[in-house]
């Protein structure tokens, strides 16, 4: 389990740090719209990575 949740809380972080960096990009430096459609689809990946989490994804995630 412990490994799981670490895996998990890995992927959704990066999802959501990743995502919300290349909508940034397209928002703030003029890049490709592919850059927004590539960081709304991280971020969507982020919210169903969190329901994967086996342990309670909102202490486990507070916590770090």
């Not at 959501?16 to 490709?32: A, D, H, N, P």
């Not at 719209?33 to 994804?57: C, D, E, H, I, R």
């Amino acid at each position: 389990m412990i490994i799981n949740s670490f895996f998990y809380f890995i992927i959704a972080g990066l999802c959501e740090i990743g995502g919300g960096y290349l909508v940034w990009l397209w928002l703030r430096e003029g890049k490709s719209p592919v850059f927004a459609l590539v960081g709304s689809a991280l971020l969507t990946v982020y919210g169903f990575v969190a329901t994967k989490q086996p342990a309670n994804f909102g202490r486990a995630y507070a916590a770090v």
